[in-house]
């Protein structure tokens, strides 16, 4: 059975930065669609950035420059980097996938295949 375990609740100051993680179990990393999205508290979720098998990735345009997206195949594993983080980006993080070919970077939460439970980063001002 397909798993992504996500990395445990991260609590950061306004300007630090947190790196979440989320290995993938039953499937390679390296042959899927992999994406982070978040919800913000009383906020709809949003896509954050996607990286398909050949490491491709894509972001969206509010959140370039902060964020990073990653894997290690090796390690089933992908990641997300999050550098001088604000208050806004407190939310409810996950990773999910996408085992239809080719990738599509846009594909909504909904149209993913598999899903973590979530990562809940809080920013304190």
């Known amino acids: 059975q397909v798993q992504l375990l996500q990395s445990g609740e991260v609590s950061v100051q306004a300007g630090g930065s947190a790196k979440l993680s989320c290995v993938a179990y039953?499937?390679?990393?390296?042959?899927?669609?992999m994406s982070w999205f978040r919800q913000a508290p009383g906020k709809k979720r949003e896509g954050v950035a996607a990286?398909?098998?050949?490491?491709?990735?894509t972001y969206a345009d509010s959140m370039k420059g902060r964020f990073t997206i990653s894997k290690d195949n090796a390690k089933n594993t992908l990641y997300l980097q999050m550098n001088d983080l604000k208050p806004e980006d407190t939310a409810m993080y996950y990773c999910?996938?996408?085992?239809?070919?080719?990738?599509?970077?846009?594909?909504?939460?909904?149209?993913?295949?598999?899903w973590g439970k979530g990562t809940l980063v809080t920013i304190s001002s």
């Open positions: 999910a996938a996408d085992l239809r070919l080719p990738c599509d970077p846009f594909a909504s939460f909904d149209a993913m295949d598999y």
């Open positions: 039953s499937y390679t990393t390296n042959t899927v669609c």
């Open positions: 990286i398909d098998g050949d490491g491709l990735i």
